[in-house]
């Protein structure tokens, strides 16, 4: 018997019952047992090890993960695998636009947080196997603005596994698929880094758009001003391209301008290059505060003659510049025997190759003017070498000299340093006759909605597609055209010089788009695809 347990409840018993009485009471015996608990509990916690912690094991071991609130991480060694616990907050990875609040970030939501401890292991939390595994676990989530966003609002958690999302290797950033930010409940970009065709979507409506305000941007070919031409109606302007899988991000002008910066994007092409350039010149322009800043270095405001066209945006050292190049081929003439007349030489490059050989980013189009009627007869216009073909049908043609285009890409352009595009063909809405011959637009107020009465994939895309998967060359293809053929209300029509004085045949524009417009689409797809390419600058 342990004498120094019985002289401890003596000397309990004298302060737990009446002296008189030398029978222990049950109320005496139940301080007593309190005491004792109470004692041993205080000693337990005022020790840096707890000594009862064995005894408490297991009790907690299903506790739910839960992010809400969390603003500090513990520092732990152990393994998450097989159980769930804080992460605390985690940097973003490759993300460094504030976007726009309509369904995208906003800056106070990109909050400097710590970084997850380094011996943290996902394994759990994402596939083992995946890319986000390699470019997450073991390393901090930064953006490249030291931005980050907050991890409890970028997991869609249930019981600490992220649901319905993707990443890719290439960018390092993790989206969830429809998933909400917690600070304001905005959706997230879903599976953007992914296999996502950006290209695969519908068009929806948009009261935030366009990114700059009609009429504000005194760069825009007055054939394109549907503004400044008196159109009535402005929902044209009022639609954002959805793809059905993913979400893209909201153009971020500031953003671009600063990963172009000192750097050089070139638009090669024809008249629907230039649409969709004076679209980037004024959509870039309008995040600039000193609009003196951003300036044509000639000094030149219309730009419809063939030529090159660069403007400057001095605060980032950076140009945006278009060449006119309809065919990409050189336009040339033959001697015959009744005299000069005009060829294609499908087996040439045209001669401005030199002023845009060196660019950081190029985007090349043609298709357009394919479909005139010189080109498109086909008849002693083709030529290759000294010869003229008497006829060679027009995707013949094409093909020759997209080849032709390729085997000079392939030779000349450093795809180290340069992003080449090449934008596919716009679709047209001529009803009632070609643009040359009482085709019109007009009074459309809205796109089309049901797909039967979209046109045909275009034949000259499917040759473009061929010889993009010929190329040594990786080629960035915008594939617009299906896209486009929705908005047959967004072209000019008679909003454009004289398209409503003259009421003649020749007044309507139904391939060209209003700006805003259509092409601010087109580079916001642009913005995406760079980002989504991860190369140089539009990466981390």
Known sequence: MDLKKLAFADQLSQYASPPRKKAVSGCGLGLAAAFIVASVLVLNFSVKTPFLAP??????????????????????SSSIEGRTGDFGDAHFGNFSEKLRNNGSFGSEELKNVSQIDKSVNFTTVITKGSALESNVSGSSLETGKNESIPIEGLYGLTDGVPQNSSTDNRGGLFVVENGTNAQNGSELLRNFYGDCDIYDGEW??????????????PYIDRDFDCYLNKRPDDKYVKWKWQPYACDIPSFNATDFLERLRGRSLVFVGDSLNRNMWES????????????????????????KKKGFYAFRFEDYNCSVDFVGSPFLVRESSFKGVNGSFDTLRLD????????????????????????????????????????????????EAYKRAL?????????????????????????????????????????????????????????????????LHDMRTPVMYMNISRLTDYRKEAHPSVYRPGGQSGGGVHAQDCSHWCLPGVPDTWNELLYASLLKSGRGPWGN
């Open 280 to 303: 980037l010149v004024c959509m870039l322009r309008a995040s600039i505060q000193d609009k003196k800043r951003v300036f044509e270095i000639s000094g030149r405001s219309e730009f």
């Open 55 to 76: 005894v408490f094991q297991g009790l907690n071991s299903s506790w739910s993960f839960s992010f809400s609130g969390v603003r500090s991480c513990c520092n732990s």
């Open 403 to 467: 080849y032709t285009w390729a085997r000079w890409v392939d030779k000349n352009v450093d795809a180290n340093r340069t992003e080449v595009i090449f934008r596919g063909y716009s679709s047209t809405h001529f009803r009632g006759g070609p643009w040359n011959s009482g085709g019109q637009c007009h009074n459309e107020t809205e796109p089309i909605f049901n797909k039967k009465h979209l046109a045909k994939y275009p034949s000259k895309m499917k040759v473009l597609e061929h010889v």
């Open 348 to 395: 040439l490059m045209d001669p401005t190759t030199s002023m845009y050989n060196d660019a950081d980013v190029i985007i090349f189009n043609t298709g357009h003017w394919w479909t005139h009627e010189k080109t498109s007869r086909g008849e002693d216009y083709y030529q290759e070498g000294n010869h003229v073909h008497a006829r060679l049908k027009v995707l």
């Open 204 to 217: 929806v409506r948009d009261d935030t758009k366009p990114y700059y305000l009609p009429g504000s941007c």
